[in-house]
């Protein structure tokens, strides 16, 4: 499954490599993919491993916030 988030915050490689990273980390997720000129992540998951509650912990964790 699939799922795009908006980050704001995100502006550079380093930000880029930060939110992959930290998606990464979470069990459950396949890919995670940031897109930065439009500011997206997108993330590749398994349902039921993990959802939308644990991606915007991650996020937030690197230092970035989701835009609801």
């Excluded at 930000?15 to 997108?42: F, H, R, Y």
């Excluded at 993990?50 to 690197?62: P, Q, R």
Aim: charged share 30%; net charge negative; with cysteine.
């Amino acid at each position: 499954m699939e799922q795009v988030l908006k980050v704001k915050g995100m502006s550079c490689n380093h930000c880029k490599m930060a939110v992959e990273k930290s998606l990464k980390g979470l069990a459950g997720v396949e890919n995670a993919t940031v897109d930065l000129a439009a500011g997206t992540v997108k993330v590749v998951f398994e349902p039921g491993r993990v959802g939308t509650g644990e991606f915007e912990k991650a996020i937030d964790d690197a230092g970035y916030e989701v835009v609801k």
